[in-house]
């Protein structure tokens, strides 16, 4: 099993920042993948941006150049970098970890409004 634990949601202004993060516990393998989709009402979950242990990254187009995702291998954290945040941007924020098995964390609500 793995437990992923996100934090950093909240609210942010069009045009501000914010930055997420998702720690890993577990029986974590040394090969994964991990990222960031969202799920606003009414809505399908989306891929927002991924990661994987090798380090290679993977973006929505709608968040290219704006959203920014990293990795703490040692930390076993990944964070998203979120910059220039628009109103549609406003979602529930889920991590996810990929080996063998599919894991999410509990969801971390991003709000952008002014």
């Known amino acids: 099993q793995v437990q992923l634990v996100e934090s950093g949601g909240g609210l942010a202004q069009p045009g501000g920042s914010l930055t997420l993060s998702c720690a890993a516990s577990?029986?974590?393998?040394?090969?994964?993948?991990m990222g960031w989709y969202r799920q606003a009402p009414g809505k399908h979950r989306e891929l927002v941006a991924t990661i994987t242990s090798g380090g290679r990254t993977t973006y929505a187009d709608s968040v290219k150049g704006r959203f920014t995702i990293s990795g703490d291998n040692p930390k076993n954290t990944v964070y998203l970098q979120m910059n220039s945040l628009k109103p549609e941007d406003t979602a529930v924020y889920y991590c996810?970890?990929?080996?063998?098995?599919?894991?999410w964390g509990q969801g971390t609500q991003v709000t952008v409004s002014s």
């Open positions: 996810n970890y990929y080996s063998n098995s599919d894991y």
């Open positions: 577990g029986m974590l393998s040394g090969i994964w993948a």
